[in-house]
T-cell receptor, first 115, second 116 residues
Framework: EDKVVQSPLSLVVHEGDTVTLNCSYE??????LLWYKQEKKAPTFLFMLTSSGIEKKSGRLSSILDKKELFSILNITATQTGDSAVYLCAVEAGLSGGSNYKLTFGKGTLLTVNP | DTEVTQTPKHLVMGMTNKKSLKCEQH?????MYWYKQKAKKPPELMFVYSYEKLSINESVPSRFSPECPNSSLLNLHLHALQPEDSALYLC???????????????FGAGTRLSVL
């Protein structure tokens, strides 16, 4: 069974701090790893990573994948209260015996940024 | 534009009711998904449609019946639900097979369902 494990499960920081969120995985037929931010409702897409060692960056957020060690990190620098959300890591992997793929989500990291 | 629209936003139904959830996207995506999300849990996959054909059913009870009338629309028909089916139901879409490894799923805002 595919597994995605995120840590920590929750984190409280002050505005301006830098945070690192972790995601490790054990899947067969890995295709990609995605990070989403979920506030009240829809998970919103942040990054997709398919290759090891290539950092994806968007403003204060960045992410990198290590396919040898089977993990990814999401960094947020100079955190703001608007960064408060659940950050979900998901891995797309192929199902055995066919050409179908599915996303398996981790439990998420609840980030709270206090003013 | 990466918008996936879901209606209704909220739904309250009794255990004997029949209702439907709707999902629409106009991004030309050929894969559409239904997920169920309980409070403080990650989304769990229910169904996948690829090119309007059901490709994955994650052993979902038959009281949930998906339908994909065309490439832009996805419905979830609900009948004889149980209180434990109360959850946020999320729809997502992606390019599908043609995207290869770059198959990003975009999510709608969800329908919050309460079964009384």
């Amino acid at each position: 069974e595919d597994k995605v494990v995120q840590s920590p499960l929750s984190l409280v920081v002050h505005e301006g701090d830098t945070v690192t969120l972790n995601c490790s995985y054990e899947v067969t037929n890995f295709r990609s790893l995605l990070w989403y931010k979920q506030e009240k409702k829809a998970p919103t897409f942040l990054f997709m990573l398919t290759s090891s060692g290539i950092e994806k960056k968007s403003g204060r957020l960045s992410s990198i994948l290590d396919k040898k060690e089977l993990f990814s990190i999401l960094n947020i620098t100079a955190t703001q209260t608007g960064d408060s959300a659940v950050y979900l890591c998901a891995v797309e992997a192929g199902l055995s015996g066919g050409s179908n793929y599915k996303l398996t989500f981790g439990k998420g990291t609840l980030l709270t940024v206090n003013p | 534009d990466t918008e996936v629209t879901q209606t209704p936003k909220h739904l309250v139904m009794g255990m004997t009711n029949k209702k439907s959830l709707k999902c629409e996207q106009h991004m030309g995506h050929r894969a559409m998904y239904w997920y169920k999300q309980k409070a403080k849990k990650p989304p769990e996959l229910m169904f996948v449609y690829s090119y309007e054909k059901l490709s994955i059913n994650e052993s979902v009870p038959s009281r949930f019946s998906p339908e994909c009338p065309n490439s832009s629309l996805l419905n979830l028909h609900l009948h004889a639900l149980q209180p434990e089916d109360s959850a946020l139901y999320l729809c997502a879409s992606s390019q599908g097979r043609s995207a290869g490894a770059k198959n990003i799923q975009y999510f709608g805002a969800g329908t919050r369902l309460s079964v009384l």
